[in-house]
């Protein structure tokens, strides 16, 4: 009776052992079905991902000869015409007449200053000469 119920008891704990890696598997089993799916499910988005990007790819080459064939009628176009363009803003001052005119200004301050300085100095020689003759 001891040998059966070591028997037992073994048994019991193989059933036990069994039932918990049982368990374990199932749950393995589990996980891997759901990361399976996960990959099915990456691979459709990564291929509808790149058939949206080859589809990018393709408006964008087409948009891209659309605006080439826009640049190119508008150059021919602005090339073919004749545009005159007129401003109505006051002319600006030339900058040699702007040079000549303060020029003049500066030669009459100068020429005003000579003839003072001549006055002045011809009242002075005209006193010194009277004083002169007077002594």
Known sequence: TLFRSNARLAADDFKVKLETEQ?????????????????DDTNLLRVKLEG????????LAHLRRGHKEEVEALKDLISKSSVTVEVDAPKKNDLNEAIAQIRSQYEKMANDNRAETENIYKNKFDDVSQEDRKS
């Open 23 to 39: 368990a374990i598997c199932d749950g393995v089993q589990r996980d891997t079905q759901g990361l399976r799916k996960m990959i």
């Open 52 to 59: 949206d990007l080859e589809a990018l790819k393709e408006e």
